[in-house]
């Protein structure tokens, strides 16, 4: 497939650029993959489609304050963007500078730590910081929380909270799994009540799923890689779930592109920690979800292109149309939709 197959016509004002109220105040789209069915929902009704035995995976991935502003010792002015911390004092990062920083040079952010370029990996700059203080303690202190690109204003103390899952634990990631963003502790707490079980992975969102295809042909895409665990209490839950004849959905693509990569090997899911670049297009045999919870993405993005490989690439595409005919709200704050995979839906 091409592209241009995943391009869609999407209104500036339909972009989201503030969270709705109430985490889960938000609409739901829910498409029947199997005959395309499509419904009007609110997303507090969720817990509607589901029944006990259920098991509901989300991505427990923190984000962290990953962008930092400083200046080369030649006084350039320089914007980081980290896009994966490597250990205490390592990082790789993407950096905006009139002129790319040598290796071997020196970077000061904020005016308060150094950072020297030990190398340079494709788009990305090694860094190591040279101070005590832990690395992701000084992002803490002296980072800027990264809003993806189409949000247009700076983050503010409200970002800080809403652009973070209620559930969100590890930190590492420079993106917010965004699917979670609508789910409070009541809509959790509802669902355990209902006999759903509830189990956490971990992918550490990198830039890269805001990086554009630059490919006419799909199949020449090169995948951004990014870190996942699987913790063994989730994998057995998951093994035994399926054994019963329960159902599996993904809260976010994050989860659907981890559990698909940790199954690859044997078809079950498997515990333990790697990187993935999995790419997820129409044709992929899925081994474990049935079902997942998304948010409406980018045109022509690699994350439209995974719902389209899961519900169907017609399926999809009129359900979008049909989201900015209903005046929908696309992307990171945005409405959220509800997924049967295609033939397998019930």
């Given amino acids: 497939m091409r592209t241009s197959d995943f391009d869609f016509y999407l209104p500036d004002e339909l972009i989201a650029q503030f969270p709705a109220q109430q985490r889960s105040a938000s609409r739901l789209l829910f498409l029947n993959g199997n005959n395309g069915e499509l419904r009007d929902e609110q997303f507090i009704h969720l817990p509607n489609f589901f029944r006990a035995g259920d098991v ?16 080369k010792t030649t006084g350039g002015q320089v914007e980081a963007l980290i896009e994966r911390v490597i250990d205490h004092h390592t990082a790789l990062a993407h950096i905006k500078a009139s002129r790319a920083p040598l290796v071997g040079s020196r970077i000061r952010f904020s005016d308060q730590f150094d950072a020297e370029v030990l190398a340079r990996e494709d788009d990305l700059f090694l860094l190591r910081i040279h101070d005590p203080r832990n690395l992701l ?48 502790e009541p809509m959790l707490q509802r669902l355990r009540d209902m006999g759903c079980q509830i189990a956490y992975v971990t992918l550490h969102v990198g830039a890269g799923t805001f990086q554009p295809v630059r ?26 779930a399926q054994a019963a004849g329960h159902r599996i959905t993904a809260v976010g693509t994050t989860v ?44 022509k993005s ?15 595409m009129q359900a979008y149309r049909h989201a900015v005919e209903q005046r929908y709200r696309f992307f990171s704050y945005g409405d959220a939709m509800l997924l049967e995979r295609k033939d397998l839906a019930a």
């Fill in 56 to 71: 509901i995976v989300f991505n427990n991935t923190k984000v962290i304050k990953a962008r930092l502003y400083g200046q």
């Fill in 302 to 316: 690699t994350l439209l292109m995974l719902v389209s490989a899961f519900a169907g690439y017609d399926n999809i």
């Fill in 215 to 240: 490919t006419e042909n799909i199949s020449e895409h090169k995948m951004h890689s990014e870190w996942y665990c699987v913790p063994e209490e989730t994998a057995d839950l998951i093994g035994r």
């Fill in 137 to 184: 303690d000084l992002l803490d202190s002296f980072g800027a929380l990264p809003l993806p690109p189409y949000i247009e204003h700076a983050a503010d103390a409200v970002d800080d909270e809403r652009y973070q899952t209620v559930y969100a634990k590890n930190p590492g990631a420079v993106a917010a799994p965004t699917a979670g963003l609508h789910f409070d």
């Fill in 256 to 299: 659907m592109r981890t559990l698909e990569s940790a199954a690859r090997e044997t078809g079950k899911v498997q515990a333990g920690e790697s990187d993935t670049n999995i790419f997820i297009t129409p044709g992929f045999e899925f081994k474990v979800i049935e079902r997942m919870v998304t948010n409406f993405h980018l045109p």
